[in-house]
Structures are given as C-alpha cells and as structure tokens.
C-alpha cells in the first residue's frame, strides 16, 4: 500500500480540508488543523498579495503556540493551493512567501510546474497535485509532486467527469505514493469508503462552506444546507471551464439552470457569464451537499466525521466477519 508521510501522523481522520477560492481564510484554515485534520486555502484568497505574508504568519503563529499548549493533541499540517496556470501573474512572489513560512504542503493545480516542487522541496515541504485523469496523474509525479488529488465527478468547482472508482483504480495500478480522492465526499462513511477504494485521504470541501468559519455569504451558506444533489448544475458558461454549481444561484443571476447555454471558447473569461461573477455569485458546490444539514462550527463539523467514521469502521468489521466463511 502507499506510503504516507510522517507529516500527516497527527491527523484525527484522513482527511484534508480542500481549498475554495474566496471562502477560505485564515480562520478557516487554522480551526481545520485544530481539529485534526489537513486545513488549506489558495494563495490568491489573500488580496492584495502583500496580505498572505501577514496571513501566513497568523497561521504558522496561532498554530505553534496551539502546539505548545497541547504537545499530547497537536495541530495538523496545513497547505497553501497554488494555482499553477500562466494566467496566475502572483505565483513566483506567493512561493516566495511559502518558502519563508515553509509551509508544510502545497497543493498545486490547474497543470504540473516542476519549479514549484523544487521550490517546496527546498524546505522540507511535499506537493499534492489535484487531477482529473490518469494521463495528467502520470505527468504530475514525472514533474516531481509527492502526491496526486483525484479529482472525481460531483466535485464543487472545476470537477471532473470520471467515477471515482475507475479514478484511484487506474492511479493505483502504478502510483503508491500519497493519494487523496475528492468528490461529494461529505460524511464518514465516504471517508472509510475513500479508503477502502485505495485512497489514503478524503479531500472535503463543500461542506466547510457551511461552516461559521468560512467566509461566504450567509444566503450561500444556506443554500448548501437547503440543497441536495439535485440542485447541482454543471457548466462551463461560467468560467470556460465545467465546474459544478448551484442552481439557486444561476436563478438568482435571471439564467434558467436547465437550459444554460455552452460557454463560447473565443469570449472565454474567468470572470462570469453577462453581469453575474463565477465563485462571488454563481456559488459552486459539489454534489455531496445532501447530508450538510445545517450551519456549525468547523470543529463540530469534524468531531462529527470521527463519531461517523469509527462508527462506519466498527460496522465494517462487523460486516466483513459475517461474510468469512461463507
Ligand atoms: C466554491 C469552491 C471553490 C473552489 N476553489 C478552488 C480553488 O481555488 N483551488 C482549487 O484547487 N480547488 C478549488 N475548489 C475545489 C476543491 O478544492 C475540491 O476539489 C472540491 O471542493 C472537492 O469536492 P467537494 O466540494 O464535493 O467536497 C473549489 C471548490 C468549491 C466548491
């Protein structure tokens, strides 16, 4: 089986708290690592740039002294997201400030950069990509990554289209190393159920919208607790690439969500369709929001994950005995 780094010993649960643009933020980041699992956010949530020194410092700090104070339950690691593609003008300065923090894992995605990983193993730190297929899972670790994030169909934001099963199934035929799967994910059962596909962690990020922590409108929020899979729309009208969102939203912005248009690839922009903005008012999700019932705190989010997942163990074992012998 794989081999996870020792970074990761202190994790409550096997899961890593996934970047959302916007929505992730210090606060977020720090209570995820707090309770015992992965915390993230992408560099650029930090506007203007000069603010990630400032927030990574706030994070590394509140950290270390939460350290100190409980040297029996430390903190978890924590991950800055880079976002990888030419159009990121910020990148060589944000990995300048990831060096100076060194931040313990990057997580990089839209296209593999072997500089980025030679950056982070300057330090000491290991880099998770995130991938849609098997094709770029290769390149991604020929380029140097020490991890790959499988990225599944129902994931919230740019998802892909594969099941999650022929995913890790063909990423496990020739990669040991550490493996995340993301997609829906939402409770702990399909924590234990990532695991037995043969991923090594969880990769949750919709369901921390609903969390007081994160940083999204009140209405959206609510719309995530509101919303089962059925109000989830995928399109590429929004960005030019297809992402999964709600459709409360893509109402809200006048469009019908089962009649949206294809996105024109000559106009294609990151910025939104007419007047409506991708992210900021077209809220993205993915589809295992159907079990996020209400608004609560990050921590009381993850404690319920653990009751889950030990439960979903011990009902396992259970099972599995019935079945030997038979
Ligand atoms: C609102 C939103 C914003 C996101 N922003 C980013 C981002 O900035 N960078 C990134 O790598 N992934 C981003 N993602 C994808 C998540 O990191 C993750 O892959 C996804 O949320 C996992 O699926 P789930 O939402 O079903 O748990 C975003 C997802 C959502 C829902």
Known sequence: MSNIPSIFINLRIPVIGAPLFIISNPKLVIEQCK????????????????QLDEWLAEITEELATYNALHPDRPAAPFAINQIVHKSNDRLEQDMELCMKYKVPIIISSLGAREEINVAAHSYGGIVFHDVINNKYAHK????????????????????????PFALIQEIRQWF????????????????????????????????????????????????????????IVYSNL?????????????????????????????????????????????????????????????????????????????RLMKTSEEFVGK
Do not use: C
């Open 140 to 163: 991604a670790i020929e380029k140097g990554a020490d991890g790959l994030i499988a990225v599944a169909a129902g994931a919230g934001g740019h998802a892909g289209v594969k099941s």
């Open 35 to 50: 309770a015992g699992i992965v915390g993230s956010m992408p560099a650029l949530n930090a506007r203007p740039a000069a």
């Open 176 to 231: 040991e190393g550490p493996l995340a799967l993301s997609g829906s994910i939402a409770n702990g059962n399909a924590i234990l159920a990532a695991q037995a596909m043969g991923a090594d962690f969880a990769y949750i990020g919709s369901p921390f919208i609903a969390t007081n922590e994160a940083r999204a409108a009140e209405e959206y929020k609510q719309a995530i607790v509101e919303s089962t899979s059925d109000d």
């Open 238 to 314: 929004f960005t030019g690439v297809h992402g999964n969102y709600l459709a409360p939203s893509i109402r809200a912005a006048g469009l019908d969500p089962d009649a949206l248009p294809e996105s024109d690839p000559t106009k294609m922009n990151f910025g939104g369709a007419g007047k409506a903005k991708a992210w900021k008012d077209i809220w993205g999700s993915g589809q295992g929001i159907g079990v996020i019932n209400k608004v609560s705190s990050t921590v009381a989010y993850v404690d319920k994950l653990q009751q889950e997942y030990m439960a979903a163990k011990e």
